[in-house]
C-alpha cells in the first residue's frame, strides 16, 4: 500500500533545514554502508557472475581464451542446455497442478474454511499479477548464479465492477506482485547469511527520471531535483563489460531501495536525543538525494526480499548455481570444440613457407581458387605449404561426448541431446524413465530449498499484506497456517495413497472409515478443496434434536414399512409355495396320464401283434394243410397207380 511521506501527499514547496540536512545524514549513511557491502560482493562474485552470463548466453570476450594461440570464439551450449533444463523441471515440477500451493490452518483452529477461501483468493490473485512468470525468472536466475532472489511490492490497481443499474465504476485495491532481482543488483550486509538476520539489503536499479518526478508529485517520495545517473557504474547484462551508448538526457536515476535497521535519530522528524535502531524502508537516488525513510509499515515488520540458494552452500548466503557445477567441464568442452576449428583452419587455408630472395616485391600468399603465383624459379623449390595432421574425426566425437556427459553429470540436468552411440541410455523408453526419476533424486535438495525459503515465505508474506491491506478481501481471522507447495505436495500425495489402500480394507461401518475419509478429503490439494471440506463436515456434524426427532420417527417409520413389506413377502411367499404345489400335483397328474396313455397305446401294439402273429400261423397250418393235402392225393395216386398195374 502506498505510504504518505512525512511532509503530506502533495508537498513539493522545499523542506526545513533540519530535514534537508537529516535527510543527507541518512543518505550518507545508508549509502556508505551499501558501497561496503558491493564492494565486498564484487570483489569476489563480479567476474564469476559475468563469466557465468557468458557461458548462459554464448557471449565471447578476449578474457575467455584457454590459449593465447586460440581463435575460435565458440561457446558450446551443453552449460546453457543444463540450465534450461533444470529450470524447466523445476517450473514442471511447480506448477504441474493448478492449486501449485496448498494453505491449511493451524492445528488449534477447528475452522479451516477461511484456509482454503484465502488460498483460492490468493492463486487468483497471483494469476492477476503475473507472479508465476515472476517465479520462473527467479529460478532461472537461481540456476544461473546460484541464488534466486524477488522482491514484492505492494501496488495499487484499479479494477470496474458493474453496478445494478449496468453501470461500471472503478473500484482500487491492493494487489502484490513480484520483482525478480539479479544478483549484480542486489547488495546484502557482508557478515548475514541470510535476509533475516542481515543488518540490510538492497536493490540498485536504473529507473525512468519521469517516474520518479510522478511518485514525487503524488506525495510517495520526498520532492527533490533528481537528475540522469552520470556513473559508468550499471548494471551489465551481457556479461561482456559494454556500456549501453545512451544519451544521458535519456537516462534514468539510480534509485537504491534499502531495506534494513537505521539508526532512529536520522530518521526524518526524529528527536536529536533518540538512540537505537528502528527497521525501515528507504530509497536514495544518485547516492545522494533521499526519496523516501519510513519505518517498516508491515504487521510483522518483516522485510519484503526473499532469497533462496540453489543449491546450499554452508555459512553462505550466495549458492551455488549449475553454472559452478558445470563449469570445469564445459570450459573443457569449449577449448576442444575450439582447438579442432583451429586445427581445421590450419588444414584448410595452410601456412606457407618461401624462400624470399626468389619471391617478387610485397607477394600476396593468401590460398585461394584459382591463385597465381609468380616465382623466380620452380614454384616448388620456391613455396611451400606448412602442412599439420587432420584431426581425428572418430576421437573428436567420442570426446566431446565424454564432455558432455560430464557437464550433465556435474549439473545433474540429464538430457537426450547426447548421441547415441555415445549413450546407450538415450535409445529406450526405460532409460529416458530412469534419466528422468534420477533427476527428481538428485533435484530433491534444491525443490525443498525452493519450497522452504522461497515459495513458503512468498506465500505467508503476500497474505500477511493482504490481510493488512485489504482486510475485507483477506479477513485476518487467524495468522497462523502452514503452506504446502511442491515437494509438500508431492508428500500429501503419497500420503493419500496411502489413505485410500487403507479405506479398502476398512469397513464403512466403521468409526475409523468416516476418520480416513476425513483426512483424505482434507488432504487433497484438488481446486474443489472448499466443496469437499464443506461436505465432510456436513457429513460429520452431530444433528439438532428435531434432526434427531425427526430421524427416529424416520426410523419407525422405515421399520414399519420394513416389517409390513416383511408381512406381505410372507404371504407372498406363502401363496407362491401353494400355487408352486398345485402346479406340481397338475404335473404328476399329466404325467401319469401320459404314462397310462402309453401304456395303452403299448397294449394296442402288443394286440395288433399278436393278431398279425395269429394271422401269420393261420396262413401257415393252411400252408402245411395244403402240403398234407398234397402228400395224400400224391399217395392216393400211386395206390391207385399200383392197383392198376396189378390189375394189368
Do not use: C
Not at 9 to 38: C, F, I
Amino acid at each position: 500500500m502506498a505510504i504518505p511521506n512525512r511532509f503530506g501527499a502533495n508537498d513539493n514547496k522545499s523542506m526545513p533545514e533540519s530535514a534537508s540536512h537529516s535527510y543527507g545524514r541518512l543518505a550518507a549513511w545508508v549509502t556508505a554502508r551499501v558501497q561496503r557491502g558491493r564492494d565486498v560482493r564484487d570483489e569476489f562474485w563480479e567476474h564469476r557472475w559475468e563469466e557465468a552470463t557468458r557461458l548462459w548466453r554464448g557471449f565471447w570476450i578476449a578474457k575467455d581464451k584457454n590459449t593465447n594461440s586460440e581463435r575460435s570464439k565458440i561457446i558450446t551450449p551443453a552449460l546453457s542446455q543444463a540450465i534450461e533444463m533444470t529450470v524447466a523441471e523445476m517450473e514442471e515440477a511447480i506448477f504441474s497442478r493448478k492449486a501449485w500451493v496448498d494453505i491449511e490452518d493451524d492445528l488449534e483452529d477447528q475452522q479451516r474454511e477461511d484456509a482454503i477461501a484465502s488460498r483460492d483468493l490468493l492463486l487468483e490473485d497471483f494469476e492477476l499479477a503475473d507472479v508465476k512468470s515472476a517465479i520462473s525468472q527467479v529460478l532461472l536466475i537461481g540456476a544461473i548464479y546460484g541464488t534466486g532472489i524477488a522482491k514484492m511490492s505492494v501496488q495499487i490497481i484499479t479494477e470496474y465492477m458493474r453496478t445494478a443499474e449496468g453501470r461500471t465504476r472503478p473500484v482500487k485495491r491492493p494487489i502484490i506482485t513480484l520483482i525478480p532481482i539479479r544478483p549484480d543488483e542486489f547488495i546484502i550486509d557482508p557478515a548475514a547469511r541470510n535476509v533475516d538476520e542481515a543488518l540490510y539489503v538492497a536493490h540498485e536499479m536504473l529507473k525512468p527520471i519521469h517516474g520518479i518526478r510522478e511518485k514525487q508529485a503524488a506525495g510517495l517520495y520526498f520532492p527533490g531535483n533528481v537528475s540522469a545517473w552520470n556513473s559508468n557504474e550499471r548494471t551489465d547484462p551481457t556479461g561482456t563489460g559494454d556500456t549501453r551508448n545512451i544519451n544521458k538526457a535519456d537516462e534514468g536515476a539510480m534509485i537504491l531501495e534499502y531495506f534494513g535497521r537505521v539508526p532512529r535519530n536520522l530518521m526524518p522528524n526524529a528527536n536529536g536525543d533518540e538512540r537505537g535502531m528502528v527497521e525501515a524502508i528507504v530509497v536514495v537516488a544518485n547516492e545522494t538525494t533521499l526519496l523516501k525513510a519510513v519505518e517498516n509499515p508491515f504487521t510483522y515488520k518483516d522485510r519484503p526480499v526473499i532469497a533462496y540458494q540453489h543449491e546450499t552452500v554452508p555459512g553462505e548466503f550466495w549458492g551455488r548455481s549449475v553454472t559452478e557445477k558445470g563449469y570445469n567441464a564445459q570450459k573443457a568442452l569449449d577449448a576442444e570444440m575450439r582447438a579442432r576449428m583451429d586445427a581445421l583452419a590450419l588444414t584448410t587455408a595452410p601456412m606457407m613457407g618461401a624462400d624470399v630472395t626468389r619471391l617478387p616485391r610485397n607477394p600476396d600468399l593468401r590460398v585461394r581458387p584459382g591463385k597465381f603465383f609468380l616465382t623466380r624459379g620452380r614454384p616448388s623449390e620456391i613455396i611451400e605449404p606448412v602442412g599439420f595432421q587432420n584431426p581425428s574425426i572418430a576421437a573428436q566425437f567420442q570426446q566431446t561426448g565424454d564432455l558432455e556427459r560430464m557437464v550433465q553429470m556435474g549439473t545433474g540436468a540429464m538430457d537426450s541431446a547426447t548421441p547415441n552411440n555415445i549413450s546407450r541410455r538415450n535409445e529406450t523408453a526405460s532409460g529416458m524413465g530412469m534419466m528422468q526419476g534420477g533427476f527428481i533424486k538428485r533435484s530433491k535438495r534444491t525443490m525443498y530449498n525452493v519450497e522452504r525459503h522461497f515459495l513458503d515465505r512468498l506465500v505467508k508474506k503476500a497474505l500477511w499484506r493482504y490481510q493488512q491491506f485489504d482486510p475485507r478481501r483477506y479477513p485476518a481471522q487467524d495468522y497462523k497456517f502452514t503452506v504446502h507447495s511442491t515437494m509438500g505436495m508431492m508428500a500429501k500425495e503419497v500420503e493419500n495413497m496411502q489413505l485410500a489402500q487403507m479405506l479398502q480394507f476398512t469397513p464403512p461401518e466403521s468409526p475409523a472409515h468416516g476418520i480416513i475419509l476425513q483426512a483424505l478429503f482434507e488432504n487433497t490439494v484438488s481446486d474443489h478443496k472448499a466443496v469437499l471440506h464443506q461436505a465432510i463436515a456436513e457429513m460429520n456434524k452431530p444433528p439438532s434434536e428435531e434432526e434427531q426427532a425427526m430421524q427416529k420417527r424416520q426410523q419407525d417409520l422405515a421399520m414399519a414399512m420394513a416389517e409390513a413389506t416383511l408381512a406381505k413377502e410372507q404371504a407372498e411367499a406363502q401363496q407362491l409355495r401353494i400355487e408352486n404345489e398345485k402346479l406340481q400335483a397338475e404335473t404328476e397328474l399329466a404325467l401319469a396320464k401320459a404314462e397310462l396313455a402309453r401304456v395303452q397305446a403299448d397294449l394296442e401294439d402288443d394286440k395288433v401283434e399278436i393278431q398279425a402273429a395269429n394271422a401269420v400261423t393261420g396262413a401257415e397250418k393252411a400252408r402245411q394243410a395244403r402240403d398234407q393235402n398234397e402228400v395224400a392225393r400224391e399217395r392216393n395216386d400211386i395206390e391207385r397207380r399200383k392197383i392198376n398195374s396189378n390189375s394189368n
